[in-house]
């Protein structure tokens, strides 16, 4: 059983209500610093793209291999999201 | 929508809020990390006032409290940093108090917060799932028991595990030097806190100390790296499987379609069993015929999963 059914007071409401407007802002704020990340997460996905064909992948615990050059995908032409 | 995805959200970066909620003591004051657009669960970040006092009660919904700093007591039992307390819905706890003030977290799983106060459990209540450990004095770090597994160096403590679900609540550490290179994402929810330390993820930068996610199925994350050690807890609601990759820009949609068809390779017979069913609601000897719990998404071969039933009379086994 998850959860016992019971009726939720006018003040609960107003309580979730309140949450969930200051969860939308949360929710803004951090897709705008994410997407304000974005030049330095391009560096570091290049700097992964490149280790993984020296150094190699992790596939399973201590387990590597190397990633062959005709493997490494090529960027799509939408819009890199990492926030979802 | 469920919880949308909160990452990175570091709570350091915000005060404190008493806690208004109707049954609950004064003296509770909160930070929000996540909540449930739909059923108001929820994850917080919770302090207790030097003196707070709490007397027995239960919640509605089941809730998992972790204490960091300072101590609770319940009943005569000291909880101090380190204590892990799973109460399922409908537990009376003992009273709670805490003389000098403790910080922990607070997580409701299939409700908003709520306190009743009562010295008896409520009839539904199931007493028997009611777990309690101090993970910091009373446990081991191991490694993690997955295949594929995370790089060694990435060690766990389980605190609960839903035998059903495979839902899991656990500490885990990441060692100095720690590094990871491969993206990875999984088929459930995953949702972490850091207790100390800072570590990287290729998409979503820096965590420090404080630092939270909540993370739907299905979304890229790592390549991963720690310099200097990490201890967090962290939380899935169902089965934790590692699909590792190394494609950065995929979405969560093709994620899931990728994790669909390994799931043909993976489980080829089990896959065909649902895929070819008319009747695809499995019905598991162990539990009540979900119709009855009205908890599986199901069509009888239609497609039409959104559907209702009258009331008819249980299988049996
Ligand atoms: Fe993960």
Redesign the pocket.
């Known amino acids: 059983m998850k959860a016992i059914p019971h009726k939720r007071s006018r003040e609960v409401e107003a309580w979730l209500k309140r949450e969930l407007v200051e969860q939308k802002r949360r929710y803004k704020k951090i897709v705008a610093e994410q997407d304000a990340l974005a030049p330095k997460r391009d560096k570091w996905v290049a700097e992964f793209l490149q280790r993984i064909q020296t150094r190699g992948t992790h596939v399973h615990w201590d387990q590597m291999r190397k990633v062959r050059p005709e493997e490494i995908p090529v960027k799509p032409k939408r819009k890199f999201r990492v926030v979802f | 929508m469920a919880r949308p995805h909160i990452e990175p959200f570091v709570d350091r970066d915000v005060p404190f809020k008493k806690m208004t909620l109707p049954g609950f003591p004064k003296g509770m004051q909160y930070k929000m990390l996540s909540i449930d657009t739909d059923n108001g669960a929820c994850s917080m970040t919770v302090l207790f006032e030097p003196g707070y006092k709490q007397p027995p009660g239960m919640s509605y919904t089941e809730y998992e409290l972790f204490i960091m700093t300072g101590s609770v007591t319940i009943g005569e039992k000291v909880h101090g940093p380190g204590s892990y307390v799973f109460v399922p819905a409908g537990v009376a706890i003992e009273a709670l108090s805490s003389s000098r003030g403790a910080t922990g977290l607070l997580f409701y799983n299939h409700g908003e917060p709520s306190f009743v106060e009562s010295d008896s459990d409520h009839p539904r209540a199931e007493r028997d799932r009611f777990a309690s450990v101090n993970a910091y004095e009373n446990m081991q770090w191991t490694s993690t028991n997955f295949f594929p597994a ?1 790089a060694p160096g990435c060690l766990v403590k389980v605190l609960r595990f839903d035998q059903r679900t495979h839902a899991f609540t656990f500490l885990y550490c990441m060692t100095p030097n720690f590094w990871q290179d491969n993206i ?3 088929d459930c929810v ?1 949702e972490a806190y850091h207790i100390w330390g800072t570590s990287w993820m290729m998409q979503f930068g820096e965590l420090p100390t404080g630092g939270y996610f909540w ?1 739907p199925p299905y979304i890229n ?2 390549a991963f790296g720690c310099k200097l050690g990490t201890l967090a807890i962290g939380r899935t609601d169902s089965q ?1 499987y ?1 699909h590792f990759h190394f494609n950065p820009w995929t979405n969560p949609e093709e994620n899931q379609e990728r994790a669909a068809s390994r799931l043909l390779h993976r489980n080829p017979e089990l896959y065909k069993w649902v895929n070819t069913h008319g009747h695809n609601h499995p019905i598991d000897f162990d539990y009540d015929h979900g119709h009855a719990q009205g908890d599986t998404p199901h069509h009888h071969g239609d497609g039409r999963v959104d559907h209702g039933h009258k009331k008819k009379k249980r299988r049996r086994r």
């Open positions: 995370t990875s994402y999984h995953e993370r994350h790592g934790l590692n």
